[in-house]
């Protein structure tokens, strides 16, 4: 059977009640939720389940689509799931569209395939770009701070592939606050300041409030945009009642069973009453925590299907807290 044509929800920017936060001192506003593909789309992954959701993302007004050269897995396989279905669907809507993609991690082997070279963030973009059918980036992200190659020269090459049109806008991720300051104030003499940083952050992840990024992020005119806002799964309900054989857990992937600690599991049960006092998941809330002002302009999720989503879009319907839900917050966490 021959799938329908996609057609954009026509009241995709109003009636889910998506709202959308300027990105520092730029032109560009964000979606609230942001959708991430580094897990659920590569080639391991069936294509029609990727593609709906990425389909109901956008039709909740989800513009924003954040990749990786080496998301898959394979490698690269999400930026080829992510690519189909720009050339089946998304092609009419490529100017509503923010999509993203990154280098600094390993990609290809030998000495050119990771870190912060001039030329392995050339060439991997330049291959991001095949594998997703587009003649550009909307933004592009060196994706980890290299301490053996000059930051001069990974910053250089931002600059260059902005002004060879390959990416309208640069960003840097996961950078130590020394290096993030020296790179907003390369990049912002250059003209070609930097409009994202983006960085883990969650109620368990606390740095970029701890080592200063939020507010530095801020000061520069840079936008900041979280992810792992649910800490792997843990800042859900999921592990409440042990592990799920379905879970990140339970699967043997990157959250490990040794995580799920007696400490951090009674942290858990207390946040998720917290939680359903406000009437909310634990999830819900979690991700409504990170929007609670206007220090994060956007909160990548991932998901493994449209039912999961669904229930993380309701985090965005109650972002206020009290000063008591946030004190007791901090001293279950603390």
């Not at 080496?70 to 490529?94: C, D, H, K, V, W």
């Not at 801020?218 to 309900?237: K, M, N, V």
Request: with cysteine; charged share 25%.
């Amino acid at each position: 059977m021959i799938p329908p044509l996609y057609a954009a929800d026509k009241d995709r920017y109003t009636a889910a009640g998506m709202k959308y936060r300027r990105c520092g001192r730029s032109g560009i506003r964000l979606p609230q939720i942001s959708l991430g593909l580094w897990h659920n789309f590569g080639g391991v992954d069936t294509l029609v389940n990727s593609t709906r959701m990425v389909h109901y993302a956008f039709d909740r007004g989800i513009t924003h689509f954040d990749l990786a050269n080496n998301y898959g897995p394979p490698y690269g396989s999400a930026e080829e799931t992510f690519g189909q279905i720009m050339q089946r669907s998304l092609r009419p809507y490529r100017d509503e569209l923010f999509i993203s993609t990154k280098a600094g991690h390993d990609m290809w082997p030998g000495p050119y395939g990771e870190w912060g070279s001039r030329k392995y963030l050339m060439n991997s973009l330049d291959q991001s770009l095949r594998r997703m059918h587009l003649d550009y980036v909307d933004i592009f992200y060196s994706h980890r701070f290299d301490p053996d190659t000059p930051l001069e020269e990974t910053l250089q090459a931002l600059v260059d592939i902005v002004r060879q049109g390959k990416a309208l806008y640069v960003g840097i991720s996961k950078y130590p606050v020394e290096a993030a300051a020296f790179s907003y104030e390369y990049l912002r003499q250059r003209d070609v300041p930097c409009l994202l940083y983006q960085g883990r952050y969650n109620i368990f992840n606390r740095e970029p409030e701890y080592e200063g990024i939020l507010c530095q992020a801020r000061e520069a005119g840079s936008g900041f945009i979280a992810f792992s806002p649910l800490a792997q799964g843990l800042l859900t309900d999921r592990y409440l009642h042990g592990i799920p054989i379905d879970s990140r857990i339970g699967r043997g992937g990157f959250l490990k069973k040794e995580q799920l600690t007696e400490d951090v599991l009674r942290k858990i049960t207390a946040l998720n009453e917290v939680a359903a006092r406000r009437g909310q998941t634990l999830a819900e809330m979690a991700l409504a925590w990170l929007l609670k002002d206007d220090l994060v302009t956007s909160v990548i999720i991932g998901a493994s299907s449209v039912e999961q989503m669904k229930d993380n879009l309701k985090g965005i319907e109650n972002t206020t807290f009290q000063a008591e839900e946030l004190a007791e917050i901090d001293r279950i966490t603390g």
